[in-house]
């Protein structure tokens, strides 16, 4: 079972993987690190300090990579995975606590600005719901990264037991922040 764990930057979803991978040791694909490491980009835009992506390259090393393994559950890792998994868990943060996490990453003002403006917008809650078949939704602001890996084992376990409806503290659409918009 393939599971995206999307969001704008700086929700905490490499943070909550990492420790999910060693908690329940599922597999992580950390798909950022993949698409730089593989080479599996078109370009390198330097001005926004980012690589486009070649999504045709990245669909095909990912079947490669997952060929056989519909039996476990693998967490895609990525603020694109919602592009390639049907089933995906986006984390959310308030802008204010998400512009403090991005300044202590050494992000410029500009890039700060775009990605708050993002999360404010539910910019990739809305591309997950035109992509995928299920869309979960996490606010993470003030959790711990346990509690978030709490919320994500909750969601996992319940699809995987067929027990979706019991969900509905995780239906996407609660959170809004467009008052928060700069």
Known sequence: ???????TPGTGKTSVSKFLERKRHWKIIHLNEMIKEEHLYTEIDVERDA??????????????IIGGKENEVIVLESHLAHYIADIVIVLRVCPPELERRLKARGYSEEKIRENI?????????????????????INTTGKSIE????????????????????LSEYKPGSIDWIDLVP
């Open 51 to 64: 690589v486009i992506a070649d999504m045709e390259l990245v669909r095909k090393r990912l079947e490669e």
């Open 1 to 7: 079972m393939l599971i995206g764990l999307t969001g």
């Open 147 to 166: 509690e978030t890996g709490q919320d994500i084992e909750k969601i996992v376990d319940h699809i995987l037991n067929g027990n979706e409806e019991e």
């Open 117 to 137: 403006e993002a999360e404010a917008l539910d910019v990739i809650l809305v591309e997950a719901f035109e992509w995928c078949e299920k869309v979960f939704e």
